[in-house]
């Protein structure tokens, strides 16, 4: 399973010496998240000076009425919302390519996104059929769409936790889980060719994931619930460590199999479900940023990991964030194609350079 | 201290399915024991059973007066470990971390370890020969250096029984016998009791205690001597161009 990784020395930098340098590591990290989150606050289509922005968010109500409107209710939300984006599917993606020993495992392996997408699905055209148009109610429709995805991904995942007291073998429920998302795919599409334009263009806005329809509000919810989901991912590690032998050596040194995977796939689901419900299914972030904190730490353990790709998701995506909306483009693009221009190539570059990884198992 | 162990009417098999019926073994002392019979006819099968990977269709394992089938996980971890046929394969971590997977069952919440932990590590490393490979990458180790590794995990895991499936199965010739001498060694030094499953009866025979040979669905344990001289080795085999050398312990091939 998990490819050889020593022979992918990125820049060539990798076998260094003996030193530790995972605290540099983390510092370059953190000085690297605190420079893109300025950068995201600054950037767009108004400029404010930067010490404005500082007031503002410090809470002075002397500055420009307009700006501190840009910012309160615009930039801010939606840098916190790529922040908790980041780390919250990076540390889900971890979690399953470590459940599943598999290197293309991610956060939405589960179908859990697919739940989600459906929820949101039956609610926008489900709207039409009662007579209501989305852009009527717009706010009504966002807590909607985020109530609805909920309880899309919430129902996958209890269907995946009743299967999983059933089912012995670990990749049983891997394909179960890819399954579950096909068939919930082609309930979508059967939906979305019943439907009218104005649905389906709401429904397509959606799936490509957008982090400013998380508003100030919102983020009082989604924030404390991404941090429980993170915490409760590092006081597993040791029980996620366990699980890189094997489930049969993990159980043989003491670890409760079936209460492991529940807590690792519940913690996964609401990760991942709450971060989808809020700003629609983003990819490849959690496929790509485990394989990225494992590259540069050099280490399969978890304790290490956790934090590495937590910080490591939060750069990522504040800079997708920040390219979605470079000053010379004329509009904002989907985030989700800025994630998967940067995460394809890196997933093929890690195939290329590593055979290993077709020896899936 | 001496392990007791009783297996008393064990029938194991998978889904019901029963491959070895109503089992009953009982062994009073620190014992190399190894299971010995062809592919196919339960060795495994009866070693994952009594390690608690697989449950017993019905029976009980008593192991020094509990019965292991009732244990939890956590309890049971302190008092069987395993070595596998089941393949490693991890990349970025160090052997002596690997070495250290062995106290998990000991350590707290984020498997810190502390003084006793690193004591029984670089107790299972120094036994193990190993000491060359610990700052070296898992993943860089031959499958007969990841052998020897899992063995010391297992012994870092401090338990009164290991349990091991054809342990010697990657080992060139070297490696083989200093592995049955360290499981011999562990049993007489250490007080512990080893089961493993192998094909070298021939090392069986010189090195174990007891032999559990498994033959017509029936399994019988049997002292090297027995074995040797009730001629039952002859039996597992239905031609006559193999015959058993009594004098030299030797298979011929005619």
């Not at chain 2, 394992?61 to 008092?79: M, R, T, W, Y």
């Not at chain 2, 080992?171 to 089961?195: G, R, S």
């Not at chain 2, 344990?221 to 004098?247: G, Q, R």
């Amino acid at each position: 399973m998990y490819f050889n990784l020593k022979k992918l020395h990125l820049f060539g930098l990798m076998k260094s010496t003996i030193f530790n340098k995972i605290p540099y590591l983390a510092l370059f990290l953190i000085s690297g998240a605190v420079l893109f989150f300025g950068m995201d606050l600054f950037l767009g289509s108004v400029t404010i000076p930067f010490k404005s922005i500082i007031n503002i968010i410090l809470g002075d109500v002397n500055e420009k009425e307009s700006w501190r409107i840009i910012i309160l209710e615009a930039r801010f939300p939606k840098t916190i919302a790529a922040l908790l984006c980041g780390a919250a599917l990076s540390v889900s993606g971890l979690q399953m390519q470590t459940l599943f020993r598999n290197p293309l495992a991610g956060p939405y392996i589960l179908g859990i996104s697919s739940g989600a997408g459906l929820g949101v699905a039956i609610f926008i055209m489900g709207l039409s059929f009662i007579g209501i148009s989305t852009s009527d109610l717009s706010i009504a429709t966002n807590s909607g769409i985020v109530i609805s995805s909920i309880l899309g991904s919430f129902t996958v995942l209890a269907i995946l936790l009743a299967l999983i007291n059933r089912i012995k073998d670990i990749m049983t429920i891997l394909i179960l889980g890819v399954m579950i998302g096909s068939i919930i795919t082609a309930i979508i599409g059967i939906i979305q060719y019943f439907s009218q334009d104005v649905q389906l263009k709401s429904f397509i806005m959606w799936t490509m994931g957008d982090l400013s329809a998380v508003t100030s509000n919102e983020l009082l919810i989604l924030t404390p619930i991404v941090f429980v989901g993170l915490i409760g991912s590092f006081i597993i590690s040791k029980n996620l460590n366990a699980y890189l032998l094997g489930e049969e050596y993990a159980k043989s040194l003491g670890v409760n199999l079936k209460r492991a995977r529940i807590i690792i796939i519940l913690i996964t689901s609401i990760l991942t479900g709450s971060i989808t419900a809020y700003c629609g299914p983003i990819g490849f972030i959690g496929i790509v940023i485990p394989h990225l904190a494992r590259m540069l730490s050099n280490s399969s353990d978890h304790r290490i990991l956790i934090p590495l790709s937590i910080l490591l998701g939060i750069n990522v995506l504040l800079i997708a964030d920040i390219i979605s909306q470079l000053p010379v483009l004329e509009q904002t693009l989907p985030i989700n194609s800025i994630t998967s221009l940067i995460g394809i190539p890196f997933i093929i570059w890690i195939i290329l350079k590593n055979k290993k990884i077709t020896n899936l198992n | 201290m001496s392990n007791t162990l009783k297996i008393a009417a064990l029938t194991i098999g998978y889904n019901k399915k029963s491959i070895l019926t109503n089992i009953d073994i009982i062994s009073q002392k620190n014992q190399l024991i190894s299971v010995f019979g062809r592919n196919g006819k339960g060795k495994s099968t009866l070693l994952k059973t009594l390690s608690g990977m697989l449950p017993a269709i019905t029976g009980h394992f008593i192991f020094n007066g509990v019965d292991v089938f009732n244990l939890s996980e956590k309890e049971k971890s302190k008092l069987i470990s395993i070595v596998s046929t089941t393949k490693t394969d991890i990349a970025g971590i160090k052997v002596s971390d690997f070495v250290a997977f062995g106290r998990y069952p000991y350590t707290n919440w984020l498997g810190i370890n502390k003084k006793e932990d690193d004591a029984e590590i670089n107790n299972a490393i120094y036994l193990c020969n190993i000491e060359n490979l610990c700052n070296k990458d898992y993943s860089e180790l031959s499958d007969g250096e990841k052998q020897k590794v899992n063995i010391a995990r297992a012994i870092a895991q401090n338990t009164p029984l290991i349990i091991l499936d054809e342990p010697t199965v990657h080992l060139d010739l070297i490696n083989n016998i200093e592995v049955l001498k360290l499981l011999k060694k562990l049993v007489e030094n250490h007080a512990k009791t080893i089961i493993f499953s192998t094909h070298q009866i021939e090392y069986a025979l010189q090195i174990c205690d007891e032999i559990w040979l498994i033959n017509n669905d029936i399994i019988a344990t049997y002292s090297p001597v027995e074995l040797i001289n009730k001629e039952k080795l002859k039996e597992l085999f239905d031609d006559d161009t193999i015959s058993f050398d009594k004098v030299t312990g030797t298979f011929k091939i005619r």
